[in-house]
């Protein structure tokens, strides 16, 4: 019954690696958000996806990429992984942009 | 399992009033509280809390937490409205610091 789930909830991996994050949200709304939290608990966007659309790409690394295959759903792909890469990675969702938001449990990425 | 949650659900208040915003706790293995303002995009880092009893201020807003009772309180006086946003309280947790976001409070503060 969790609204917005992420998956997995750890991850420790190489550098070089290429590793996915999975986020699905059940509320059947049509926004979907990453977030990279700093060590400052700072949340930086990396991207938003509304109707499956790419909204928002903030100056993030090409080898970041988000993937919608539906509303509910929004993956993050990552390629070849730097050591920088390691950090809790929040999904959030909201019905339409620049709305009140649900965040997921978040996904703490290791590289080592 | 960890819970956050946060009340009210929305707040509609004039501008001058002073506002409490609730966030209560139960976790395992508390590590820290945090507060989070969320406009248009991100939200923005407001307050971290670790110690009881320790007040956090920043000009309008401050920030308490009580880790006997398991709750926070973020006090907003003199509400203007550009203080109307959501406010969203997270819990760091656990061995890993697993950090679990309450569902939010909707503050509007009219002129």
């Known amino acids: 019954d969790t609204a917005v789930s992420q998956t997995p909830k750890y991850l420790v991996t190489q550098m070089g690696n290429d590793k996915s994050i999975k986020c699905e949200q059940n509320?059947?709304?049509?926004?979907m958000y990453w977030y990279k939290q700093d060590s400052k608990k700072f949340l930086k966007i990396m991207f938003s996806?509304?109707?499956?659309?790419?909204?928002i790409n903030e100056t993030v690394p090409n080898r970041f990429s988000p993937k919608s295959p539906d509303k509910a759903h929004l993956n993050l792909h990552i390629n070849s992984l730097e050591l920088g890469d390691s950090a809790v990675y929040f999904c959030?969702?909201?019905?339409?942009?620049?709305?009140?938001?649900?965040f997921g449990p978040g996904t703490r990425l290791t590289v080592l | 399992e960890d819970k956050v949650v946060q009340s009210p659900l929305s707040l509609v208040v004039h501008e001058g009033d002073t506002v409490t915003l609730n966030c209560s706790y139960e976790v395992t293995n508390f590590r820290s509280l945090l507060w989070y303002k969320q406009e248009k995009k991100a939200p923005t880092f407001l307050f971290m809390l670790t110690s009881s009893g320790i007040e956090k201020k920043s000009g309008r807003l401050s920030s308490i937490l009580d880790k006997k009772e398991l709750f926070s309180i973020l006090n907003i006086t003199a509400t203007q409205t550009g203080d109307s946003a959501v406010y969203l309280c997270?819990?760091?947790?656990?061995?890993?610091?697993?950090?679990?976001f309450g569902a939010g409070t909707r503050l509007t503060v009219k002129p």
């Open positions: 509320l059947g709304h049509d926004t």
């Open positions: 997270a819990v760091e947790a656990g061995n890993n610091n697993d950090m679990r």
């Open positions: 996806y509304n109707n499956k659309e790419l909204i």
């Open positions: 959030a969702s909201s019905q339409g942009l620049a709305s009140w938001q649900f």
